[in-house]
């Protein structure tokens, strides 16, 4: 999960200022995390707490994260839903469920049971087809590259299971690329940002020069990558910790002792 929330704390800063390019700083003194990162967190506390296949408990953790973090930029109608303590989903297809899913990835030994994990963490909010597909294709590509599957193989995998088109190429896809918040707008670009990288960092730059909605790009893309390529590198790895609070930093460290990707 490391991975997710250092691509949202180095796109924090592309958000509104995007970038159509990949040498840019990747740390500023304007970094933060954002919703990306504190929902990451909260996903990985359920799992933590043994709250898994729970509804109920992905509801109170987002609330719980949400009146901790209420400046952490959350979507509107996430904002409202939270805000109101609600616990009813409100129909979204947005990207909030696939930039928050990637512990789900890590925490089960089959791909059946991350699918279904994924449905359940989308749907308390995200209950539209396309939510719940786009979360269950970013933990999918999580699952497969930490079990070591090439690039290849997740690529067929995810697009025939999710009827995502990943042949357009970033080069392709780039100079049109504008800001979508929909799962089909940036999930399979995320993908293929990661499909066309060499290594960590170059994913994560990769998924930010498309421009849009840069730090979930940056998130999804960088969850995949540092499943596929063994972690975060140690540089990325220590300055992403630094910008997070005890609380944060906690929920990342645990998780990474438990599911035994212990990479801080």
């Not at 609380?247 to 801080?264: S, W």
Request: aromatic share 12%; glycine share 8%.
């Amino acid at each position: 999960m490391l991975g997710a929330i250092a691509g949202d704390v180095i796109g924090s800063v592309y958000e509104r200022n995007n970038v159509k390019f990949q040498d840019f700083p990747l740390f500023s003194g304007h970094c933060r995390f954002t919703d990306d990162s504190v929902l990451t967190a909260a996903v990985a506390e359920v799992l933590l707490e043994g709250d898994a296949e729970s509804h109920e408990a992905y509801v109170d953790k987002f609330h719980e994260f949400f009146h901790l973090y209420p400046d952490a930029g959350f979507g509107g109608t996430f904002f409202d839903w939270a805000r109101s303590r609600s616990r009813l989903p409100y129909g979204s297809w947005g990207n909030g469920s696939a930039m928050r899913v990637s512990p789900i990835g890590y925490a089960f030994d089959t791909l059946d049971e991350v699918l279904a994990e994924a449905k359940i963490s989308a749907e308390v909010t995200h209950d539209h087809s396309e939510g719940i597909k786009g979360a269950q294709a970013i933990a999918a590509a999580v699952f497969l590259a930490r079990h070591g599957e090439s690039k290849a193989s997740i690529k067929t995998e995810i697009s025939q299971r999710f009827s995502y088109d990943l042949r357009p190429t970033l080069d392709e896809i780039r100079p049109s690329y504008r800001f979508y918040v929909s799962c089909q707008g940036s999930v399979p670009q995320a993908i293929t940002a990661f499909l066309e990288s060499e290594n960590f960092e170059d994913a994560v730059r990769k998924a930010i020069s498309l421009g849009g909605d840069s730090d979930t790009l940056a998130c999804m893309a960088g969850a995949i990558a540092e499943a596929f390529y063994g972690g975060v590198p140690d540089p990325i790895a220590e300055r992403t910790i630094k910008h997070l609070d005890t609380r944060l930093r906690a929920t990342v460290e645990e998780f990474a002792t438990v599911y035994g990707n212990d990479v801080l």
